[in-house]
């Protein structure tokens, strides 16, 4: 046998093209670079919400025009996946659909981490049935907390369960994950209480699964994002959501951009959030990339299909970071 | 009716039985390749190749996604192979049967089962805060080798079971000793068996996208990495991103993906039949 030479040459040869396919990877970035005037470096490191991702990563696109000399990266670890992270230190900014958890808050003081929590757009939760469906046009959030609290598990089965003239069939649920944020935020609005619902139902991270299980189940009803429901109009059917509450809207509101942006979708329109560790608040690459994400969150967040907070509220939240930084110098 | 004529039917009947089984794997991988080429190839050009992710789907491209792809299995292999073939030659070669020995066997072959996403929480505490390595392609790469380490023992230690032990006998017989009759003789008579295993073991990592999550991989990055330390993303967690984002055109870009995906791992696979039919025509005893 004589092969033993001809084994080490192939090994080369193998690793001379994973070596050359490597190369020619690296080129690309070279000539991107370069171009305007700011001179500003260094990198800013971004995790959290899937659902916040979208406009975060929409802002970042752009600020490489503004300084392209600064890497932005965004993960997508989730919410709370996002604020393990950020209460150690690890990131500069996490993206929430929610606000900080008690638990997480007492962690970052712990590792001396401050923080400051700004919102940057609105998304309207939105519930939706499949098109045949022709009773459940208007639910009251009382009814929707009959149909999802803890309590309901195994009990509510049927439409006419909720009201007594609606069709005796079954009901189908399908709903976010409950790592989500967007879980948290809907549990907390409609049973009261952050992190409680039944338990059996369809429950996906991933919005598109419930768009596809909800159009092709004449029972089913779900929720999520109102971009979501924008993007399959024909395949599925909002319903209006009546808080009785006559203080913010009188009787069933329909989720859109309108009634999102003025507050009577309640109480399933909900801001976006950004959390900004005060360390990082601290390099002017940050503070740069915050100011230039709130004057530009109007304009990018009707682009990715979220509702843009009113532009008093941005200016606002501009003031308050500025405060916050500041702050920080003194 | 005869025995022998009962006989012939049931081996016609296990016949149609064994196409009909094929057949199952075939449509379904067949009908998945027709819907994602015929949603995904009219978006494959130059500009969906080298462009960065982008929130206009249709500006939006793969560059940083298969470059990161590209690190992550250069990285895998540098660091799994030898320590996998290694340690299968070991087990294989030199350990006696003994109680420990089974006992290793055993454990490797669970290892082989456990969820990926164990393995990337593993990585995220050892490589990316012990190790300080943070979210990093070597973190990455550390962490899919492990994933990949069983798969790599496993075949290389059948590939070695697979050489006669007449042609290290006769080696032992000339007075070498067991590392000249290793390397020279029972290595590369197995060769072809090893590398199977370790393009199997690329193809697996080349598609995870759970672990790399955990481990700390970014959605968006957009930078081509120019060291093992840099951050990065790979092609799985591009496609996943896309599936999950509202705008039907994503979808299109995630077929697209999924086709270069699909394209190096079947040049992996290409050059590994390749290698191996060349290498087999040598061996002759």
């Known amino acids: 046998m004589k092969t033993n030479t001809s084994v080490l040459t192939q090994l080369k040869a193998t690793l001379l093209v994973c070596g050359t396919l490597f190369l020619a990877s690296c080129g690309g970035n070279s000539s991107e670079s370069g171009g305007t005037g700011s001179d500003l470096t260094g990198s800013i490191q971004i995790d959290g919400s899937s659902t916040v991702f979208p406009i975060t990563e929409a802002v970042a696109e752009e600020f490489r025009a503004e300084a392209p000399d600064v890497k932005v990266t965004v993960g997508v670890s989730g919410t709370g996946g996002g604020f393990k992270k950020f209460v150690r230190g690890e990131i500069d900014i996490n993206n929430s659909s929610r606000s900080i958890k008690e638990e997480e808050a007492k962690q970052a003081q712990e590792n001396n981490i401050s923080y400051l929590e700004l919102s940057v757009t609105y998304d309207g939760l939105t519930v939706v049935v499949h098109p045949e469906n022709n009773w459940a046009t208007s639910m009251t959030v009382e009814e929707l907390k009959k149909i999802w609290e803890p309590a309901a598990q195994g009990k509510i089965k049927r439409w006419n369960q909720i009201r007594p003239e609606w069709p005796n069939e079954e009901i189908h649920l399908f709903g976010a994950g409950v790592e989500s944020g967007t879980y948290d935020y809907f549990t907390e609005a409609v049973v009261g209480k952050s992190h409680a619902s039944r338990g059996d139902y369809t429950a996906s991270e991933d919005d598109n699964v419930l768009v596809q299980g909800v159009s092709t189940d004449k029972n089913g009803l779900g929720f999520f994002g109102y971009a979501y429901y924008l993007e399959n109009k024909d395949k599925l059917k909002a319903i209006t959501i009546d808080d009785q509450n006559d203080a913010n809207g009188k009787g069933a509101i329909m989720p859109s951009v309108e009634t999102v942006k003025n507050g009577t979708y309640a109480p399933l329109s909900r801001p976006l959030f950004i959390y900004v560790n005060s360390k990082a608040a601290a390099r002017p690459e940050v503070v740069k990339f915050i100011n230039f994400y709130l004057d530009n969150a109007s304009e990018l967040s009707s682009e990715v299909g979220y509702i843009p907070l009113p532009a008093e509220e941005l200016q606002k939240q501009k003031q308050k970071f500025n405060d916050f930084v500041t702050g920080l110098k003194k | ?285």
């Open chain 2, 1 to 285: 009716m005869t025995n022998s004529t009962r006989n012939r039917i049931k081996d016609k009947a296990f016949q149609f039985f064994g196409i009909f089984c094929m057949l199952i794997g075939l449509v379904f991988l067949g009908a998945l390749l027709v819907d994602i080429i015929t949603r995904g190839l009219g978006r494959i050009d130059w500009d969906f190749l080298t462009s960065l992710p982008s929130r206009r789907a249709s500006r939006s491209g793969i560059l940083t996604a298969w470059a990161g792809t590209l690190w992550i299995l250069l990285l895998t292999s540098l660091i799994a192979f030898p320590l996998g073939i290694s340690a299968g030659v070991y087990l294989e070669e030199y350990t006696k049967k003994s109680k420990l020995s089974s006992f290793l066997e055993i454990n490797i072959a669970n290892l082989a089962g456990v969820p990926s996403i164990i393995y990337g929480l593993l990585g995220l505490e050892v490589f990316v805060r012990q190790m300080q390595m943070g979210a990093s392609l070597l973190a990455g790469a550390l962490t899919l080798s492990l994933l990949v380490l069983p798969i790599v023992i496993v075949t290389t230690r059948e590939a070695l079971k697979a050489v006669p032990p007449s042609v290290r006998q006769g080696s032992f017989a000339l007075g070498a000793t067991k590392w000249q009759t290793t390397w020279r003789q029972v290595l590369p008579a197995s060769f072809g068996g090893i590398l199977t295993g370790v393009i199997l073991a690329l193809s697996r990592a080349v598609g995870e996208a759970a672990p790399l999550i955990v481990v700390g991989a970014l959605a968006y990055v957009p930078f081509v990495p120019s060291s093992p330390n840099d951050e990065f993303t790979v092609l799985p967690i591009q496609i996943f991103n896309w599936t999950s984002r509202p705008q039907a055109e994503f979808l299109v870009n995630a077929a697209a993906a999924i086709i270069m995906l699909l394209f190096i791992t079947f040049l992996l696979n290409g050059v590994a039949v390749y290698l191996r039919n060349k290498q087999q025509k040598k061996i002759k005893w």
